[in-house]
């Protein structure tokens, strides 16, 4: 099957600094999402984004499918955005086997 | 919309016992998925609802489990014969279609003791 790796896999920022996490995946994929699963386990939507360049508000991501790799982007971080990053694919073919990656956990301190 | 909604948010369970959860996803949204996470791992896929028709199943899903949405709404995960290996964050998500992102509900802890 697919796999999908995050990087890094642990980091942290002091408050109002920016970020890069990075999402590699190892064959097509037909869409890929990123999610935030906050410190109480919410699983929330960020974006999807199966190719190109999406923002919202301190967030933006990027994902160049024929490199088979996505980026986000978070600027000016706040305490709230601590939790784990998760990019998610789903493999070419109408099935809806989505494959989770292996996730960054990101601590923000004030 | 009111959300995905997962019942109930915990259950603790002797091994052995059979469970079930239930999800109900947001109003309108054709296709549901069930997932399992456990602790410091990613969600887990383990099966999908196009409507009523389940389409696809993960080699996880051993033949202990069994998925429903009968009317196309609801959806039911029943486990059965439960094991220690069970206990997890049983995931619900939902979408209206193809292509369009998937909204997550808050999840059922199980716990085997």
């Known amino acids: 099957g697919i796999q999908v790796e995050q990087s890094p896999p642990d980091l942290i920022l002091q408050e109002g600094a920016n970020s890069t996490l990075r999402c590699n995946f190892s064959?097509?994929?037909?869409?890929l999402q990123w999610f935030h699963q906050n410190p109480w386990g919410q699983l929330i939507n960020l974006f999807y984004?199966?190719?190109g360049t999406k923002q919202n508000g301190r967030l933006s991501a990027t994902t160049v499918a024929t490199e088979r790799y996505s980026l986000l982007y978070i600027s000016s971080s706040q305490t709230t955005d601590s939790g784990v990053y998760f990019c998610?694919?789903?493999?070419?073919?109408?099935?809806?086997?989505?494959?989770f990656g292996t996730g960054t956990k990101l601590q923000v301190i004030p | 919309d009111t959300g995905v909604s997962q019942n109930p948010r915990h259950k603790i369970t002797k091994r052995g016992q059979n469970v079930t959860f239930r999800c109900d996803p947001i109003s309108e949204h054709n296709r549901l998925y069930w997932y399992r996470q456990t602790l410091g791992q990613g969600p887990e896929f383990l099966t999908y609802?196009?409507?009523?028709?389940?389409?696809?199943k993960s080699r996880l899903l051993s033949d202990r489990f069994s998925a429903e949405r009968p009317k196309g709404s609801f959806s039911t995960l029943e486990i059965q014969r439960t094991e220690q290996g069970d206990s997890a964050m049983y995931l619900c998500?939902?979408?209206?279609?193809?292509?369009?992102?998937?909204?997550f509900g808050d999840g059922t802890r199980l716990s085997i003791l």
């Open positions: 998500a939902s979408s209206r279609m193809q292509g369009e992102p998937q909204h």
């Open positions: 064959d097509s994929v037909n869409n």
């Open positions: 984004i199966p190719s």
């Open positions: 609802f196009q409507n009523e028709a389940q389409l696809e």
């Open positions: 998610a694919v789903e493999p070419p073919g109408g099935y809806q086997k989505v494959t």
